[in-house]
């Protein structure tokens, strides 16, 4: 009976969390936040920035050379190290096309984080869950990249085997 009891209080103080939580939300003006009054940092999330709305958002992956070192450092496990194989993974794999380059970001972005030559862009992510009581929840999604000499030379993000999860709206 205590097993029991216990067994079914732990199910349920699980389950509280996803429930109950609060939603990650996108910033009002996500440009915003690519910015710094530092000068050094300012220019590693302008780098950051370009990759997100000009390659990830846009699909322009011929600008790849202007943002991204040659010998890429990668630690996605579904692309290979290198800016080739970066671009071959969304043209070719992922099978992205180009679309304008808007003025301004148009993925939802949370927030950005910059800390020496590190940048970190955090998106809101919904996650579709048929055994969710609301059949999805909210959690975040992030990029991380290295920058030097003003291109990114190594990248994390949380990604998982033959995942590529949709971030736009």
Known sequence: MKTSLLAGMLAAACALPALAQEAVRSAANADALFTSPDPKLHANKQVAYH????????????????????????????????????????????????????????????????????????????????????????????????IKDGKAVEHWDPALMNEAPKLSN
């Open 51 to 146: 990759i997100v709305k000009d390659l990830l958002e846009a699909n322009h992956w011929e600008l790849a050379e202007r943002y991204i070192d040659k010998d890429y450092i990668q630690h996605n496990p579904n692309a290979r190290n290198g800016r080739d194989a970066v671009v071959y993974f969304f043209t070719q794999i992922l099978k992205v096309q180009p679309t304008p380059i808007p003025d301004k970001l148009g993925l939802p972005v949370a927030e950005v984080m910059a800390e020496g030559d590190l940048v970190t862009v955090v998106y809101p992510r919904r996650v579709i869950d048929p055994k969710h009581p609301n059949g999805s929840y909210s959690t975040a999604w992030f990029d991380t990249w290295r």
